[in-house]
């Protein structure tokens, strides 16, 4: 990747890592992680981490430093993948505005995020799951509820960060997470009791 490139020819010439750079490069595994999921190829996801690294640095001039940049980049990530062929906008994309006021749910956005336990019995049995049972449970979620997960419980965002980079209000942001987790929880005790049935 050209920032990598860049970067092992800075060190050999013993120059100056740039404000970017400093601020991208620890960023990269995630966006990479991210991009996999949502592309669901190596070399998709390559490119697009690629396009939007280039997007970034192009636009680095408008980014008011000292504010949330991994928010920032991670925004022009999801915004690039929509618009591209593949993008969300394309496949598997679901109507969720209305979430709240259908769930009943509009309760959740009177609670700050401190107040919400991340610890609870749907993300612990993910924890505990078999791998390829959860990527295999993750990959039916429809995109707006992976996106959401990901960001959360596998990139550790808060939910304002994970609300700019949807572009969606918090409360929508833990809807999501809340449906994601409960949909992962029911295809794992799912498969679970197939695995039960099948041994016995």
């Not at 404000?19 to 697009?48: C, G, I, K, M, Q």
Request: some cysteine; hydrophobic content about 40%.
């Amino acid at each position: 990747m050209i920032l990598q490139q860049r970067k092992q020819t800075d060190r050999g010439s013993n120059a100056q890592t740039s404000p970017f750079e400093e601020l991208s490069l620890p960023l990269l595994p995630s966006l990479y992680n991210v991009a996999h999921w949502l592309t669901r190829s190596a070399a998709d996801a390559e490119d697009l981490v690629q396009e939007t690294l280039l997007k970034a640095l192009r636009g680095f001039a408008s980014f008011e430093m000292g504010t949330n940049f991994k928010a920032w980049i991670f925004r022009i990530l999801r915004n690039t993948y929509l618009t591209s062929q593949s993008g969300l906008a394309v496949k598997r994309t679901v109507a969720l505005e209305d979430e709240l006021k259908s769930d009943g749910d509009s309760s959740l956005c009177q609670y700050p995020e401190s107040a919400i336990d991340r610890q609870n019995p749907e993300v612990n049995l993910i924890n505990l799951g078999d791998r390829a049972a959860l990527q295999s449970a993750m990959e039916e979620l429809p995109s707006p509820l992976l996106e959401a997960i990901m960001l959360s419980d596998i990139e550790e965002m808060k939910y304002r960060e994970i609300a700019v980079v949807l572009e969606i209000p918090i409360g929508t942001v833990m809807s999501r997470i809340a449906r994601a987790r409960s949909s992962l929880r029911r295809a794992l005790i799912a498969q679970q009791s197939t695995i039960r049935k099948v041994r016995t």
